[in-house]
C-alpha cells in the first residue's frame, strides 16, 4: 500500500501544517536512554569490549549485572519500519541473500543489516550502523520459534557464540516444575559461559540490587498501564508503544526507573486535572491485539482518532512487566512472560481480565503477517473471547515491520464495521 | 518379483487410503494413536500396546480449516486440521502433537478447542541440546505423555515393554537405512515414487509388521540383479516431498532419487536409540539430543548443507532438489546457507515449492525439466 498520493494542485492552498505538541519529559527522557544505548555500545566496542545482540524478552538483568553492553535487533528493526525505511533492507534480504518473504519482518530487516556489518552488502545504513556488529548473541525463544532459527543464522553468518536458554512452550495453564528446573541450569550455566567468553565476573550483590530495579521498573511500568483504566484515559493508548523501549532494551537500568516515574507522574497530573493527550473525545475504548504495525501506526492513530477510539489496553506491552525476586523465579517469569508462550486459556484469560478492567467496548487483532504464533490461534481467541467478554471485535491484515502486507482502505473498512456495532452496544445499553 | 510386487502394492495401498488400514486396526480391538508431523514419541504408544499412525496431511480442500489458521499456514497442519473438522480422524484414541515450530504450537491449542472428540496430547523437545538438563526435562516430557495416553486410552506401559520397542524401532530404523541403500543398485524398480511409498507407508503400519515387509522387499530387490542407471541421480531435502505427481515428474526427466534428507523419510530414521546408558526413558531422551541436521531441532553451524554435499558423494548424486513445504518457516531459514554450502561443494541444486495440493504440480514441471538439464 502506498503512501497517499499528494495533489499538486492543491500544495498552495493546504492549511499550514499544525504547530506540534511538545513532546513530555518522559519522552525526551525516552529519546536520551535510547542515544545513550546506541552510544555506550559504540563507544564500548571501540575500547575492545565485546557487545551483545539480544532477543527482546531474554532476561536483560543478567547482561546488566555483567555490565555488557547489548542491543535489540526487534527493537532496532520496529524503529526502521516505523521510519519507513524499511524497503532496501527487505529487498536485499529477499534477493541477493535469498531468504523467502515469507519470514519474519524483524529477522529479515535485521539480516540484511547484518550483512552489510558483515560487508556482504552494500545497501546504506539509514542510521550511519548505529548498531554495531555483535560478538556474541543473547538468545530466549519465549516470543517464537523463529527466533532460535533467525540467531543461528546470525551465528553462522558472523561466526559468533549464541549463548541460549529454551524456555520452552507452555501446553499447561503454568509453567511446570520441571521447565524451572531446565531454564534455571540453563541460566546457571549461561552466565557462567557468558562470563568466561567477555571476562567479566558475576557479582551477585550487584544481580541483587539489578533484580530491584528491574522489579521496580515493571512494577511502574504495570502501574502506568493500569491507569489507563481512568475514564477518560490520561493518555492516548498508542502513545505507550513509545516507552516500550525502555522495558525491551534497559529493564534493569536506573535510567528506566527514572522515566516509568516520570511517566506515570504526568499520566496522574492528567487524571487530576481531568485531561488527556488522547486528541479527541474518547468515544470508544478497545484493547489491541498483537503487535504495533509500525509501517502504518500513524495511519492507524488517524482512522482510530477519527472516531474518537482510544486503545487502552494491549496484550503486546504488558509482556515486558516480569516480575521475580529470585533466580528460580527469573527462569519461571521467563517462561511465562510472553502469551506467544503460553496455552490458548493463559492468552484468553489474561485478555478477558483486561478487556474488563479496562472497560473495553471492542477489540482489535492485528493479524500480523509476520508472526504465524500470534496468527494460527487468533481465530480461536477471537470467538472464545468475545463470547465470554460479550465484546465485538475486528481484524486487520498488517505487518510489524513489512510496508508491503497493509491495505488502509481495509483498515478504515473494518475499523468503521467495529465502531458500528461499538455503537449499537452503546445505544442498547444507555436505552436499558 | 511377484512377491516384491505384492509388497510394494500393498504398502502403496496403505499410502491411497490410510483410514482402511485404521478401521483394520481398530476392527481388531486395537488402539490408534495419532503422531503428528514431524517427530512424536512414537516408542510410548507402541510400549502402551497401542498403534502410532503418522498424521502429515494430504490432500483436501481447505474449508473448515479457514475458521482456525490463516492461509499462509503450514499445508500439513491446514490438511490436519481440515481432516479431523470432518471427522477423518475419527476413531484416533488421542493424538500426540509437538510444539517444534510456531505454527505447531498453536495446533495445540486449535486442537484441543477444535476437536474435542480426539484427546490432544502434547510435547514439547528441548532445544538447547546442550544443556544437560535437557535430558531430565525431555524424560519428565515423556512421562507427562505417558499420562495423559495412560488416563485417556487405559493403557499403560512398563519399562519391559519399553525396552522391546525400543529394540523395534532400531531394527525398523536399519530396515528402512537398508532398503535405502539396497534401492539405489535398482532404480529400475525403485522409482522415485515407489521409494516414497516405502518411506510414507512406515506412518500407517505396526512396527513389526512394516519392518517385515520392508525386509522382505529389500531381500528381493537383492536376489535381482543390479540395475545399470543411466539417468541422473539426486537426492531429496526438505519436510516432505509430495504429492505421487511431482514424483512422476522426477521419473519422466530420468531423475532417481538415491538418497533424502526429507523429515517425512529418512530423517526419521538415521539416528538410533542408544542401546544402553540408561531406563528407556533417559535413552530415548539421549536418542533426541543426538538428532543432527534438521531444520526444526536447534543447532549451531547450519550443517545440512555440507552433510547433503557429503550424501551426494557416498551416493554419486549430481544434484540435490529441495523441496521447499510452503510456509515452512523454519526451512526457510535454512535453505540460504544450504544452498551456499551446496554450491562451494560443487554440487547442484534447485528448491521447488511443496504444498501437497496437486493443482500446483504442473507449476513444478518446468524447474524440474531445467534442473535434469543443468545436472
Not at chain 1, 190 to 202: H, M, Q, S, V
Amino acid at each position: 500500500m502506498s503512501e497517499p498520493v499528494v495533489n499538486p494542485g492543491t500544495e498552495q492552498t493546504a492549511p499550514p501544517p499544525k504547530p506540534k505538541r511538545p513532546k513530555p519529559k518522559s519522552m525526551l527522557m525516552i529519546g536520551e536512554q535510547t542515544a545513550a544505548l546506541f552510544e555506550n555500545a559504540r563507544l564500548a566496542k571501540e575500547r575492545g569490549e565485546k557487545v551483545g545482540w539480544s532477543a527482546s524478552i531474554f532476561p536483560q538483568e543478567i547482561a546488566e549485572t555483567l555490565g555488557l553492553n547489548v542491543l535489540y535487533p526487534e527493537n532496532h528493526a520496529a524503529g526502521i519500519a516505523a521510519r519507513h525505511q524499511a524497503d532496501p533492507f527487505l529487498q536485499e534480504c529477499e534477493g541477493a541473500l535469498g531468504y523467502s518473504n515469507d519470514l519474519c519482518a524483524y529477522a529479515k530487516l535485521n539480516l540484511a543489516y547484518a550483512a552489510v556489518l558483515n560487508d556482504e552488502s552494500e545497501i546504506e545504513l539509514p542510521d550511519g550502523g548505529k548498531m554495531v556488529k555483535p560478538d556474541f548473541l543473547l538468545l530466549t525463544n519465549n516470543i517464537c520459534n523463529q527466533l532460535t532459527k533467525w540467531y543461528e543464522n546470525l551465528a553462522r553468518q558472523m561466526n559468533i557464540p549464541v549463548f541460549f536458554i529454551d524456555t520452552c512452550y507452555n501446553p499447561s495453564d503454568y509453567v511446570t516444575e520441571t521447565r524451572v528446573r531446565y531454564v534455571r541450569a540453563q541460566i546457571d550455566q549461561l552466565i557462567k559461559d557468558l562470563c568466561a567468553f567477555t571476562g567479566k565476573t558475576w557479582d551477585e550483590e550487584r544481580f541483587k540490587e539489578v533484580m530491584k530495579i528491574s522489579q521496580r521498573n515493571s512494577y511502574l511500568w504495570e502501574r502506568a498501564n493500569g491507569l489507563l483504566d481512568h475514564k477518560p484515559a490520561p493518555i492516548g493508548g498508542f502513545e505507550l508503544f513509545n516507552y516500550m523501549s525502555a522495558m525491551v532494551c534497559n529493564r534493569g537500568k536506573t535510567s528506566t526507573t527514572a522515566i516509568m516515574e516520570q511517566l506515570n507522574a504526568e499520566m496522574e497530573e492528567n487524571i487530576r486535572l481531568g485531561k488527556s493527550t488522547f486528541p479527541v473525545e474518547e468515544e470508544f475504548r478497545v484493547s489491541w491485539d498483537g503487535i504495533a504495525c509500525w509501517p502504518y501506526l500513524s495511519h492507524n492513530l488517524r482512522t482510530l482518532k477519527k472516531y474518537g477510539i482510544n486503545m487502552v489496553a494491549s496484550s503486546y506491552g504488558k509482556a515486558w512487566a516480569i516480575e521475580y525476586d529470585d533466580l528460580d523465579g527469573m527462569a519461571r517469569a521467563y517462561c511465562f512472560a510472553s502469551t506467544n508462550g503460553d496455552n490458548a486459556t493463559t492468552m484468553i484469560g489474561r485478555r478477558l481480565e483486561a478487556l474488563k478492567r479496562f472497560d473495553c467496548e471492542g477489540t482489535i487483532y492485528h493479524v500480523n503477517r509476520s508472526c504465524k504464533v500470534m496468527d494460527c490461534q487468533m481465530m480461536e481467541v477471537q470467538r472464545q473471547l468475545s463470547e465470554q467478554a460479550g465484546v465485538p471485535f475486528t481484524s486487520f491484515d498488517g505487518d510489524q515491520a513489512d510496508y508491503r502486507n497493509y491495505s488502509e482502505a481495509q483498515f478504515e473498512t473494518r475499523i468503521q464495521g467495529l465502531v458500528e456495532v461499538m455503537k449499537q452496544n452503546k445505544e442498547a445499553k444507555s436505552n436499558g | 518379483m511377484a512377491e516384491l510386487r505384492e509388497n510394494l502394492a500393498r504398502l502403496q495401498a496403505a499410502c491411497d487410503n490410510p483410514r482402511t488400514q485404521l478401521d483394520y486396526y481398530l476392527k481388531q480391538g486395537k488402539k490408534v494413536v495419532g503422531c503428528f508431523a514431524p517427530y512424536t514419541p512414537e516408542e510410548l504408544v507402541h510400549a502402551s500396546g497401542m498403534i502410532p499412525m503418522g498424521l502429515w496431511g494430504g490432500q483436501t480442500e481447505f474449508q473448515k480449516v479457514t475458521a482456525y489458521l490463516p492461509a499462509f499456514a503450514c499445508p500439513i497442519m491446514q490438511a490436519n486440521m481440515e481432516f479431523a473438522l470432518n471427522g477423518v480422524y475419527e476413531g484416533l484414541s488421542a493424538v500426540i502433537i509437538p510444539a517444534i515450530c510456531d505454527t505447531l504450537r498453536c495446533m495445540t491449542q486449535n486442537w484441543r478447542f477444535g476437536v474435542p472428540s480426539i484427546p490432544m496430547v502434547p510435547i514439547v523437545y528441548p532445544q538447547n541440546r546442550t544443556s544437560p538438563a535437557s535430558v531430565d526435562y525431555l524424560i519428565s516430557e515423556f512421562e507427562t505423555v505417558l499420562t495423559i495416553l495412560s488416563t485417556v486410552t487405559g493403557q499403560m506401559m512398563n519399562e519391559k515393554a519399553l525396552c522391546r520397542t525400543i529394540e523395534i524401532y532400531n531394527e525398523h530404523n536399519a530396515a528402512m537405512r537398508e532398503f535405502a541403500q539396497i534401492a539405489n543398485d535398482h532404480l529400475d524398480v525403485v522409482t522415485p515414487k515407489v521409494r516414497h511409498t516405502v518411506f510414507k507407508s512406515a506412518f500407517f503400519f505396526e512396527k513389526e509388521e512394516h519392518t517385515a515387509i520392508v525386509k522382505e522387499i529389500t531381500a528381493a530387490l537383492k536376489e535381482q540383479p543390479v540395475h545399470n542407471w543411466t539417468g541422473k541421480k539426486i537426492i531429496l531435502t526438505g519436510i516432505a516431498f509430495e504429492p505421487d505427481e511431482v514424483l512422476d515428474i522426477l521419473a519422466e526427466y530420468e531423475l532417481a532419487v538415491v538418497g533424502d534428507d526429507l523429515a517425512h523419510e529418512s530423517r526419521q530414521y538415521r539416528t538410533d536409540t542408544p542401546v544402553t546408558g540408561g531406563g528407556g526413558l533417559k535413552r530415548l531422551a539421549l536418542q533426541w539430543n543426538a538428532r543432527k541436521g534438521c531444520s526444526l531441532i536447534h543447532e549451531l553451524d547450519k550443517p545440512r548443507g555440507k552433510m547433503l554435499a557429503r550424501m551426494c558423494q557416498d551416493t554419486g548424486a549430481q544434484g540435490v532438489l529441495t523441496g521447499l513445504m510452503k510456509f515452512c518457516d523454519p526451512e526457510e531459514y535454512d535453505l540460504p546457507f544450504l544452498e551456499n554450502d551446496l554450491r562451494q561443494a560443487g554440487v547442484h541444486c534447485t528448491t521447488v515449492s511443496i504444498d501437497q495440493q496437486s493443482s500446483s504440480v504442473e507449476q513444478l514441471r518446468t524447474r524440474i525439466q531445467s534442473f535434469a538439464e543443468l545436472i
